[in-house]
């Protein structure tokens, strides 16, 4: 055994064998085991009569009653089908029709990139009990069922399609689709990760048309990742990938209509340097709107296509010093004169009721905090139903509201953490999600008015679970910076805290624009590491600074075109401040982060050197002109308008300034950060002569996860802090 390690084994030990029948918390519980994963509610929906929803449970598709929890009948039981129609006998997703005669199934998944997959569809009868194997068994992306529930459309090869159910009759919507050219029906790589959304077509309200994007990448440039599969050489998979300045794919909104069986491109005028992030049909079924966003990112038009005539005419426009967000929040309301609209145009983010002509418009929400979600309208009381972090930036609640702006009433009073609803079709009812930092989430039904009907699952003895391991509560606290500006975070202590002991301290954060780690609500198999590294003599602390969410425009956007710059000086706030409490050991504090956390904890050990004593990252950004075009040029413009931006606050030109350690981690298949970021920022470190750690996962995306990839990736990292902090 080498002697320098003896010491540290005996520090490790003290917390392994405590004297205490209390359980140790291990990396294989949380990560290969799953003893600490909670319960869940699989596949809850809301069905059409809003009396009912239907869940997964045992490959059956179970509908229940919303006030009892009594199954009404088993809809759907895969065991029984399974070999028939080439079906596998079990399946990923499911979805309804609207009338809820058919259901559509996907099975056999598989990833394309971050979040668009491949997947084997099945068509399901529930009178006749048939079950129908969709174009063949081939796999599709993005399958959906009309309106009427007689077609399904769905995205193969880049091209778009719908089959008739009645028959089998397959219409190809589109031939020119191409791989790395011609996209129809389906994002490309940079509208998927930064837009949110894979499926880019969209059935008329009567099932007579479908609207599409057509994205043509020809002149996109191509980025090439190696996967290594025990081959003589690596598989080369080279996808289109616009980086900062870089071309992106011209986008054209498309009309298939049945009547006139072709499509036609939809004229919206000059599309040069533009976005189309959003299309969505009206309750006409002869208008679609369309979203029109400039490259800047800060001029949004939202037009209204008459599919009649093919004309287009401005419904509404919104402009903004920094930028514009994209949400799902328009809402058009059955009368065909208004919509529902949230903004930031008054300083936070509010809901309004707007004219169709976007002249007219009433504030329906208003105060100093944001509305974070927008559940739907009842039109037959005329109520809307939001989430918001009115009480405290840290919670969040539901809300119900009338499109006045009257009577607004917290349908979750007493839950005092984060609140996630989901609404039935009628509004009669909503199942709510509720959880805080340290208590696990629990299921609920309740009524319009927020009363509890009945609780589907309260992970009642995950209590008992936190109790057996001894963990410790986490706390919530504030702090004020050198240039007066309030932070909030929270603090894990060791059980055994002594205000008279000196503990080292581990940051985690993330600080990425509008996000929100600094939250009362459960934070997953994350908590348990954590829990791990308090019991074995750490602080935990996470710390939100500015340019995150929950507070208002100003405070989030004021990192706007310097992205780096005000989060790290409050990382290092907040850690001078830990380093001020009579408990901290200043000499050993650390900061860990993922993706734009990794971003901001290289930053942080080098302009921070004098404070930090240890850093790890795991998937980097180091320099933001190797990022994409829509996510970096919203937050910093190009490298050629903001150069100094771009200079200042990139890891890579601050190699020379590390001292403390520092651990490099990334997957090498990771298609969003790509591992680029970390081997520049490793030769910046070598030309600097500067000694660092790394570690490199082959064949891994972003989320370095797969044949124990998590388990080895939280092994070394606390391996890491053990040694290092």
């Known amino acids: 055994m080498h002697k320098s390690l003896y010491p540290f084994l005996l520090f490790i030990l003290a917390f392994v ?347 329906i929400t208003s105060g100093n905090w944001d509305v974070s979600s927008f559940f739907g309208v009842d039109p037959k009381n005329q109520m809307i139903f939001y989430q918001a972090g009115e009480k405290s930036p840290l919670q969040k609640h539901i809300y119900s509201i009338d499109l006045t702006g009257q009577n607004k009433t917290d349908l979750t009073p007493t839950l005092t ?82 205000s008279s002991k000196k503990y080292p301290v581990f940051m985690t954060q993330y600080s990425g624009p509008g996000s929100q780690s600094v939250t009362d609500s459960w934070k997953g198999s994350s908590y348990w590491w954590y829990q791990m590294l308090a019991k074995a003599g750490y602080i935990v602390v996470c710390v939100d600074g500015r340019g995150t969410g929950g507070r208002g425009e100003e405070f989030k956007k004021m990192t706007y075109l310097k992205l780096g710059h005000y989060e790290v000086l409050d990382q290092i706030e907040a850690a001078r401040y830990l380093a001020s409490q009579p408990y901290v050991d200043k000499t050993r504090i650390g900061i860990f982060g993922w993706s734009y956390g990794g971003f901001m904890s290289t930053l942080c050990i080098l302009k921070g050197n004098d404070v930090f004593k240890t850093a790890i990252a795991v998937a980097p950004v180091t320099n933001w002109k190797w990022y994409d075009t829509v996510y970096t040029e919203r937050y910093m413009r190009t490298t050629s308008e903001n150069e100094q931006g771009y200079a200042e606050n990139s890891p890579v030109y601050f190699a020379d300034k590390l001292k403390g350690n520092l651990l490099l981690v990334h997957g090498m298949a990771d298609d969003n950060v790509h591992f680029q970021h970390t081997a520049e920022m490793v030769n910046a470190l070598i030309k600097a002569n500067k000694q660092f750690d790394t570690h490199f996962y082959p064949n891994r995306n972003h989320g370095i996860y797969g044949d124990n990839a998590t388990l080895h990736l939280y092994t070394k990292m606390t391996n890491y802090i053990y040694e290092k902090l």
């Open 17 to 363: 064998l405590p004297g205490t029948s209390q359980k140790q918390i291990t990396l294989e519980d949380i990560y290969q085991s799953y003893t600490f994963r909670t319960k869940s509610v699989p596949g809850f929906s809301f069905m059409k009569d809003g009396r009912h929803y239907s869940v997964i449970r045992d490959g059956k598709i179970q509908k229940m009653d919303v006030t009892t929890g009594t199954l009404s009948e088993t809809v759907f039981e895969s065991g029984k089908l399974s070999g028939k129609s080439g079906f596998s006998g079990d399946f990923d997703e499911y979805t309804f029709s609207e009338d809820e005669s058919k259901i559509l199934l996907q099975s056999e998944s598989e990833s394309l990139f971050r979040h668009s997959t491949a997947a084997k569809i099945h068509v399901y009868d529930v009178k006749t009990g048939n079950l129908t194997e969709v174009f063949g068994g081939k796999k599709v992306s993005n399958p959906k069922l009309s309106p009427d529930g007689e077609k399904v459309a769905f995205v193969h090869k880049n091209n778009l399609y719908f089959v008739l159910l009645k028959n089998g009759n397959i219409t190809q919507v589109t031939t020119d689709g191409k791989e790395n050219q011609v996209i129809n029906g389906m994002c490309d790589w940079v509208y998927e990760e930064e837009f949110s959304f894979t499926r880019a077509f969209y059935w008329s309200p009567d099932s007579k048309k479908i609207a599409y994007l057509r994205f043509d990448e020809n002149e996109v440039p191509q980025f090439t990742m190696q996967m290594f599969r025990d081959e003589g050489y690596p598989e080369n998979v080279t996808f289109k990938y616009p980086r900062v300045g870089e071309k992106n794919s011209k986008v054209t909104a498309m009309l298939y209509d049945f009547s006139r069986g072709k499509s036609v491109a939809i004229d919206l005028g000059d599309l040069t340097e533009m976005y189309l992030p959003r299309l969505k049909w009206t309750n006409d079924p002869n208008k679609l709107c369309i979203y029109k966003l400039n490259r800047h990112q800060n001029d949004l038009s939202l037009y209204l296509t008459d599919t009649k005539n093919m004309k287009s005419t401005l419904m509404y426009q919104e402009k903004n010093k920094y930028y514009i967000d994209i949400t799902d929040d328009l809402t058009f309301l059955k009368d065909g004169k208004s919509f529902i609209w949230s903004s930031e145009k008054d300083g936070y983010n509010h809901l309004y009721l707007m004219s169709m002509d976007g002249k007219k418009e009433t504030r």
């Open 417 to 498: 953490g984060t609140n996630n609803a989901q609404f039935s079709n009628t509004f009669e009812y909503f199942a709510n999600t509720f959880s805080n930092i340290n208590t696990p989430p629990v299921y609920s039904v309740r009524d319009r008015q927020g009363n509890n009907i009945r609780t589907i699952e309260d992970n009642a003895t995950y209590g008992k679970i936190q109790e057996s391991y001894g963990v410790s509560p986490v706390e919530f606290f504030t702090f004020s910076t050198s240039e007066n500006v309030r932070l909030h975070g929270w603090m894990l202590k060791p059980a055994d805290f002594s």
